[in-house]
Each structure stands twice: as structure tokens, then as C-alpha cells.
């Protein structure tokens, strides 16, 4: 494990301290720099959480580890219902709470079949890990800094719950983590202390953690300068667009993109000096037609943020076909194997007219068949 050297970027001229190094931290039941730091024990919790495992690790042979330090209650290596292969964590139960604390101390970043163990409390209630509440994210990470010695210089801002280095398939750091301290205060102290620091001669970012949702969110509510055009006809040049465009305000380009042949591929870009100009740009010109072609003008977006939009669309549609149609479906089952479409239709439509009906046959075990029906009555 590498130590990681930490500096403050001009530190001497500004007369700044720089936080205690893992080497100055006090050790904690023999393990250099406290590899959980001290605070009070997540809810007296005697339940542990071990992620990063090897595939192959069994129950045996965490109960022969943790078993060293405390009786165990249980241990369970979770597993996909279907093959049995192990998901790459598990959760051990003590005794006491004590125990739990100590194996968490002593055992963290415990190589496992050659892979480091990464443990934490297990929260029965997720909800303080899924509001992110404490959750700190660093990049620009030297790829030599790993779990443990992240954890080692962290843990001197406060308790933390759950700390690790993003890697790739083959272990190595993809040069950012994620750090979640049990309380907001401390999360902020390591980011006012440490966000610009020198970790092995590397300036990192350390800052609040933000949600994929959340990000996607705010790109959405930013402003732009970018337009992007479609549905242009197959004649539209680029001295068209500057015309078109060039009326809601200064533009530095306007493009219209075509194929290895110079084909037009009847979409294109404009890029506006201002973005207020690019806002009503895209007001006034979308649904618009030229030459008998209705345009779509919006924001350029970055591939993200149409996967998002388009996501979003389509949790809406089907929300409105489940809210259209709710009530009026029907299941069947435990049908004779002998009934068809046309005999289950027949049976149904004394009570209203019915719009699809499909008798579906499962081949299971024994034999055994299920049938579905669908009736929307108006």
C-alpha cells in the first residue's frame, strides 16, 4: 500500500498547515494511521457489510478471518439467484457491537485471495447512504493511492462510513474515489482542507458528491450558445442558416453537416456569441417551416443528455399508458389447456366489448400452465 504524501500548493508562501500525514495519526489497536477513525459505532451495529471480494471467497473462509476476532452470529456471501455466482460482498453478524468495531478496525483492506476487503457498517436503513448526506467525491487521484491509503488520510477529518478508489477490470485506479463521512460537518471540513492539496505531487479536486440525475439535471438548466437544426432540405447550405440565424443575434459559425460525398445530412450547428440570442433563436425558429420542411431547433446536446431526455420520455409514455388503461385489464389463471383466444373472448364479451384477448402458454415443470387475458371493456 502506498503512502500517500500530502501537501498544500504553496503552502510556504501562505503559511498554511497541511493536515497530519497517516505517519503522525494515531495508531488504533496496533494498525499505523487508525484504519477506521474513532467516533461512535453507527447505531451500536453488530452487523457488517464486506465488499470487493473475490468471486471465489466462501463463507469458510471469512468465517475463518473474522471468527479471530469475535463470535460470529452469521455469515452470508450474497449470490445471483440464477448461476449462484458470488456478487462480491457479503455480510458478517457479531455477537456484540464491540466485536463488529474491532473486526472493522483490524480487518479493513485485508487482502482476500490476493484482493484487498473493503468493510463498513451495514445500514439496514439505506437512507442516509442514498441521500448522500457526508458523500464527498476526489479526483485527479495518483494511481498508485488505493483504498487503504485514502481511508488512512481522510479518516483524520472525521467517521467514515464507507470509502473507496474506482478501479477497472483489472485493479487498477481509474484516479478518483468516493468518500462518505456520518456527518455533513466533517465531509465539508476534509473538502475545505484538503480540494487543491498535493497528494504524490498531484493537485487533487475534493468536492461535494453530486448525482448522475442531478448533474443531468442542472446541464439541462444551463445556458447555451450551441443550436442544433434538423429536417433541413437537401438544398440548405451554410450561407442559409447564417441568414436564418443571423437575425436573432451575432453567430461565430453556422454549419450544415455532410457526408464523405458532401451530401447534406439535412442537420446542422449554429453557435451564437451570446446565449440569450441562442434562446430565442430556438424559440422563435422550432416547428417553423422551410421549404415545406417543419425544423427542429433546440439546444446541441452532448450524448448524455439526449440519453437522459429520452429516458425521461419514454418513464413518461409509459406512465400515461398504465394510467390510461388502469382498471381495465384482467389475468386469468388456472385455465384447462384446452381454452383458446377465441373461446376466452367468447366467455368475456357478455361483459363489454374487448379490445385484445391472448391466452399465453408457459411450458413449466409438471406440465403446469398459467394463461393471461387482457380485456379493456369501454
Known amino acids: 500500500m502506498a503512502q500517500i504524501q500530502v501537501q498544500r500548493q504553496q503552502a510556504a508562501a501562505t503559511g498554511a498547515a497541511a493536515p497530519p500525514s497517516p505517519q503522525s495519526m494515531p495508531t488504533q489497536n496496533g494498525v499505523a494511521g487508525g484504519a477506521v477513525a474513532t467516533g461512535p459505532i453507527p447505531f451500536g451495529s453488530t452487523s457488517l457489510y464486506v465488499g ?3 468471486p471465489n471467497v466462501s463463507e469458510a473462509q471469512l468465517a475463518d478471518l473474522f471468527g479471530q476476532v469475535g463470535q460470529l452470529v452469521s455469515i452470508r456471501v450474497c449470490r445471483d439467484q440464477n448461476t449462484r455466482r458470488s456478487l462480491g460482498y457479503a455480510y458478517i453478524n457479531f455477537t456484540n457491537g464491540q466485536e463488529a468495531a474491532r473486526a472493522l478496525d483490524l480487518l479493513n483492506f485485508t487482502p482476500l485471495n490476493n484482493k484487498s476487503i473493503r468493510i463498513m457498517y451495514s445500514h439496514r436503513d439505506p437512507s442516509l447512504r442514498k441521500s448522500g448526506a457526508g458523500n464527498i467525491y476526489i479526483k485527479n487521484l495518483d494511481k498508485a493511492i488505493d483504498h487503504k491509503a485514502l481511508h488512512e488520510t481522510f479518516s483524520a477529518f472525521g467517521n467514515i ?34 480540494d487543491g492539496m498535493l497528494m504524490n505531487d498531484k493537485q487533487v479536486y475534493v468536492g461535494p458528491f453530486v448525482r448522475k440525475q442531478e448533474r443531468d439535471s442542472s446541464m ?7 443550436v442544433f437544426v434538423k429536417n433541413l432540405s437537401e438544398s440548405t447550405a451554410d450561407e442559409d442558416l447564417k441568414k436564418v440565424f443571423g437575425e436573432y443575434g451575432a453567430i461565430t459559425s453556422a454549419v450544415v453537416m455532410r ?5 447534406s445530412r439535412c ?3 449554429v453557435n451564437f456569441e451570446n446565449a440569450d440570442d441562442a434562446a430565442k433563436a430556438v424559440e422563435a425558429l422550432n416547428g417553423k417551416k422551410f421549404d415545406d420542411k417543419e425544423w427542429f431547433v433546440g439546444k446541441a446536446q452532448k450524448k448524455s443528455e439526449r440519453e437522459q431526455e429520452l429516458k425521461g420520455r419514454f418513464e413518461q409514455s409509459m406512465k400515461e399508458a398504465v394510467d390510461k388503461y388502469q382498471g381495465l385489464n384482467l389475468y386469468i389463471k388456472n385455465l384447462d389447456d384446452r381454452i383458446s383466444d377465441e373461446k376466452l373472448k367468447e366467455l368475456f364479451s357478455e361483459f363489454g366489448t374487448v379490445t385484445s384477448c391472448k391466452v399465453a402458454l408457459f411450458s413449466l415443470l409438471y406440465c403446469y400452465y398459467s394463461s393471461l387475458l387482457t380485456i379493456i371493456c369501454s
Open 52 to 54: 470487493d471480494l473475490d
Open 259 to 263: 457526408d464523405g460525398d458532401g451530401k
Open 161 to 194: 462510513l464507507s470509502c473507496k478508489v474506482a478501479t477497472d477490470a483489472s485493479g487498477q485506479s481509474k484516479g478518483y474515489g468516493f468518500v462518505q463521512y456520518d456527518t455533513e460537518e466533517a465531509a465539508k471540513n476534509a473538502i475545505d482542507k484538503l
Open 220 to 226: 439541462s438548466n444551463t445556458r447555451f450558445n450551441n
Open 267 to 269: 442537420f446542422g450547428f
